[in-house]
């Protein structure tokens, strides 16, 4: 199992540009999120999903979309990028959100907008 | 709302000192609580985690208790080694319907040798 991969690794945007951040998960599991991770603030969660063609909104939602048409993959899109959009963004996923379900965390995407 | 606040950081120890690393939260109902780990350019993994309160998680050395009655879960280890330089997050997971997690702002640990 590769687990959960993301890419880009290392994304550079000016504002105004939009891009999708990509996540995907071999492991069959129904439960998908993205967080951004800011200094001092840990991780903030954006948006979720409990199953393909489900998507709910997070603690910070606003400037992000997402879908979920497959249980595997989980994108993220920038609609038009802005500075303070600029963290590390993980993905992560569960097979639910019960707490005997670890969720595991992809290797994150750090990205810049200038 | 919920939140979890944790011990400002950056901690430096020298190897083979103890740990502690405080976390307190704020939730209602009974969450779920955990610790995350963070090494160097990689995504968080589960440390260990606690359901119920009196609960005692423990994994790799670290052990955490639930303590319901001072809403804290503080993270310790008797020994520290090199390795466990990372960075560590205490988190939660409220009861109810939506069940995010919440994290608290990370604890930086460097050990050296």
């Known amino acids: 199992n590769a687990g959960v991969t993301q890419t880009p690794k290392f994304q550079v945007l000016k504002t105004g540009q939009s891009m999708t951040l990509q996540c995907a998960q071999d492991m069959n599991h129904e439960y998908m999120s993205w967080y951004r991770q800011d200094p001092g603030m840990g991780l903030r969660l954006i948006h979720y999903?409990?199953?393909?063609?489900?998507?709910d909104q997070g603690e910070v939602p606003n400037g992000y979309n997402v879908s979920r048409s497959t249980t595997e993959d989980f994108p993220l899109r920038l609609l038009s990028a802005a500075p303070s959009q600029t963290s590390v963004y993980f993905c992560?996923?569960?097979?639910?959100?019960?707490?005997?379900?670890?969720?595991?965390f992809g290797p994150g995407t750090r990205l810049t907008v200038t | 709302g919920n939140s979890v606040t944790q011990m400002e950081g950056p901690v430096t120890l020298s190897e083979e000192a103890f740990l502690t690393i405080n976390c307190t939260y704020t939730?209602?109902?009974?969450?779920?609580l955990f610790w995350y780990v963070q090494y160097p350019g990689e995504g968080l993994q589960l440390l260990l985690k606690?359901?119920?309160?009196?609960d005692k998680g423990s994994n790799k050395g670290f052990e955490a208790t639930y303590r319901k009655e001072t809403t804290s879960f503080h993270l310790e280890k008797g020994s520290v080694q090199v390795s466990d330089s990372a960075v560590y997050f205490c988190?939660?997971?409220?009861?109810?319907?939506?069940?995010?997690?919440?994290f608290g702002s990370g604890t930086q640990l460097t050990v050296l040798p």
């Open positions: 939730a209602t109902g009974y969450p779920s």
């Open positions: 999903s409990v199953g393909a063609g489900i998507t």
């Open positions: 988190a939660l997971r409220a009861s109810g319907s939506a069940r995010q997690l919440t």
């Open positions: 606690a359901t119920k309160a009196d």
């Open positions: 992560a996923s569960s097979y639910s959100r019960a707490d005997e379900h670890e969720q595991y």
